[in-house]
């Protein structure tokens, strides 16, 4: 399994940015389709954003897309999710997971492997 540390989190005034940073070892990240997961207090684990293992293809939640956007970075094992124009609502516990190939998942059961997630909060 690859092992993941989740960095970025911290709170935010509503309509500001954070950048959310997961770092991978133990295996060869590219081989690892990557997904960013949020959940809030009381909630189930809901999918933000995901990518392939090349980059060249990302898809994410209704409710993110045009603020969020994921990308990463092979050469450095890292995924990152840009977070912009951020509300109360984003306000959650966000993890990063992997998962061996794979294209278009989004459910928390599709993934292998998880981080330990960094907190998010939006201030109104």
């Known amino acids: 399994q690859v092992q993941l540390v989740e960095s970025g989190g911290g709170l935010v005034q509503a309509g500001g940015s954070l950048r959310l940073s997961c770092a991978a070892s133990?295996?060869?990240?590219?081989?690892?389709?990557m997904g960013w997961f949020r959940q809030a207090p009381g909630k189930e684990r809901e999918f933000v954003a995901g990518?392939?293992?090349?980059?060249?293809?990302?898809y994410g939640a209704d409710s993110v897309k045009g603020r969020f956007t994921i990308s990463r970075d092979n050469a450095k094992n890292t995924v990152y999710l840009q977070m912009n124009s951020l509300k109360p609502e984003d306000t959650a516990v966000y993890y990063c997971?992997?998962?061996?190939?794979?294209?278009?998942?989004?459910?928390?059961?599709?993934?292998?492997?998880w981080g330990q997630g960094t907190q998010v909060t939006v201030s109104s």
């Open positions: 133990g295996r060869t990240f590219s081989n690892y389709a």
């Open positions: 990518i392939s293992t090349s980059g060249f293809r990302t």
């Open positions: 997971a992997a998962r061996l190939f794979g294209i278009s998942v989004t459910k928390p059961t599709d993934f292998t492997s």
